[in-house]
C-alpha cells in the first residue's frame, strides 16, 4: 500500500441499552441483554476519547498489546450476541410489539464516509434505521476497517500476514454486500449512510482485494521478481480498483460528495498503474526494444498528467513515482539516441499490461452464541 485511506473506521454510535427497551420474561434473558448493552459500549468506546491506561487496557484485552487487536477483539466479542439475539427477534416476525422495542432502542451510527454538515456543529450527523440488520451492518463494517488498519500496522513487519488480514477484511464486506445489507433495501428511510449501501461495501471488498494484492506485489519485489511479472501484478491492482470505481457509480448518484473515497481508489489505481508500465519497459528493454520501452514511458507520464491527488501526502508520493519515471525515460532516450537509433513507435502500435489477479476474499464465518432468549410477548 502505497498511501493509505483512514476513512473507514471512525464511525460514532450513541448508547443503546436493550435491557431497556426489550422486555425479558425470565432473569437469564435480562442478563444477557445487559451483556449485550456491556459487549457495545465496548465498541462505543473506540472513537472516544480514553482514559484508560495502556497497562488496564493490555490486561482487559488478556494481554494485547496492540489498540487495533485490542479494538478488534471488542468488536468480535459483540457480534456473537447480538447475532443471537437477532435470531430470536426473527422468530417473533412481524410483532407489532416487537417492531416497537426495537424502534425504542434508537440505533443511530455517524458515518466517516458522508460529507460532515455545517447544521450538526455539536457533533457528527447521526443516521437511525430502525431495523437490527442495521446494527449488524455498521459493526461489520467497524470490524473491516479495523482489519485494514492493523494490516497497515503490521506491513512493516509481516507482508504475508498483512495481505492475509485484508483478505479477511474484503470477506467481511463480501459478506455485508450479499448478506447483510440486502435485508434493509425495502426497509424505509429518510436516508442512510453510505456504509448502508450494497455499492459500497462491495466496492470496499475490491478495495481491500487491490490492497492485498499490492502487498504481494510487494513481497514478489523484495524477492527479486522481474518486471513482466510485477506489470502484470501491479496492472491486476489497477483491475480491482477499476472494477470498484464502476461499482460506486450507484452509490455517488445518491451521495454526491464520497469524493475521499474515489479519489483515494483514482489515485492507487494511477499509481499502480504507473508502476506496471514502469516495469513493462524495463522487460521490453531487457528483450531489446529499447524504442517501445521508450514510447510506453512517455504514453504513461503524459497520461498521469490528468489527474491531481487531493491529499497533499498522496500527492507527494504520487509526484515521487512520477519523477522515478522520467529519469529512466531520460535514460532510455539518451541510450537510444547514441547507440539503437531504434523508432519510437505511434501510441497505437504500444503495447499494454495484462493485468494478473492472484488473490481471493476470506470468506466470513459469522459466529453465534445459541442461549435462550423469551420476551413478555
Request: include cysteine; aromatic fraction near 8%; hydrophobic fraction near 40%.
Amino acid at each position: 500500500m502505497m498511501i493509505n485511506f483512514q476513512g473507514f473506521s471512525k464511525q460514532k454510535s450513541p448508547q443503546v441499552l436493550f435491557e431497556n427497551a426489550l422486555l425479558a420474561s425470565d432473569p437469564g434473558t435480562l442478563e444477557q441483554l445487559k451483556e449485550l448493552s456491556s459487549r457495545r459500549r465496548a465498541i462505543e468506546s473506540i472513537n472516544q476519547n480514553s482514559f484508560v491506561t495502556e497497562a488496564i487496557a493490555r490486561e482487559m484485552s488478556g494481554g494485547l498489546t496492540s489498540r487495533c487487536e485490542q479494538n478488534i477483539q471488542k468488536v468480535e466479542q459483540y457480534l456473537p450476541l447480538l447475532g443471537n439475539l437477532i435470531h430470536h427477534v426473527d422468530l417473533v416476525g412481524d410483532d407489532p410489539k416487537m417492531a416497537r422495542w426495537i424502534s425504542d432502542l434508537k440505533i443511530r451510527w455517524s458515518s466517516s464516509l458522508a460529507p460532515s454538515s455545517f447544521f450538526h456543529l455539536s457533533g457528527p450527523k447521526l443516521y437511525q434505521m430502525d431495523n437490527l440488520n442495521f446494527e449488524l451492518g455498521m459493526t461489520l463494517f467497524v470490524l473491516g476497517a479495523l482489519l485494514r488498519d492493523q494490516a497497515l500496522e503490521v506491513l512493516s513487519t509481516d507482508l504475508v500476514q498483512s495481505a492475509t488480514i485484508l483478505r479477511k477484511a474484503a470477506g467481511i464486506y463480501q459478506h455485508l454486500a450479499q448478506v447483510v445489507l440486502p435485508c434493509l433495501q425495502h426497509e424505509w428511510t429518510p436516508e442512510r449512510p453510505p456504509e448502508a449501501l450494497i455499492s459500497v461495501s462491495a466496492a470496499t471488498t475490491l478495495v481491500c482485494l487491490a490492497e492485498a494484492q499490492a502487498v504481494t506485489v510487494k513481497k514478489a519485489e523484495q524477492k527479486g521478481n522481474t518486471g513482466g511479472l510485477l506489470a502484470k501484478l501491479h496492472y491486476g491492482v489497477c483491475e480491482f480498483l477499476n472494477e470498484a470505481i464502476h461499482t460506486l457509480n450507484s452509490a455517488t448518484k445518491q451521495y454526491k460528495d464520497i469524493s475521499s473515497l474515489t479519489d483515494y481508489i483514482t489515485t492507487c489505481k494511477m499509481l499502480h498503474e504507473l508502476l506496471s508500465y514502469k516495469y513493462l519497459a524495463e522487460s521490453l528493454k531487457t528483450e531489446g526494444q529499447i524504442g517501445f520501452a521508450t514510447g510506453v514511458l512517455c504514453h504513461v507520464i503524459q497520461s498521469s498528467e490528468k489527474h491531481t491527488p487531493r491529499e497533499e501526502s498522496w500527492r507527494l508520493v504520487y509526484k515521487q513515482v512520477i519523477d522515478d519515471l522520467n529519469v529512466l525515460l531520460r535514460k532510455y532516450e539518451h541510450e537510444n539516441e547514441f547507440v539503437w537509433h531504434e523508432k519510437i513507435p505511434m501510441q497505437d502500435e504500444l503495447p499494454v499490461p495484462q493485468g494478473v489477479k492472484i488473490v481471493s476474499f476470506i470468506p466470513y464465518q459469522p459466529q453465534r452464541w445459541e442461549r435462550t432468549l423469551v420476551f413478555k410477548m
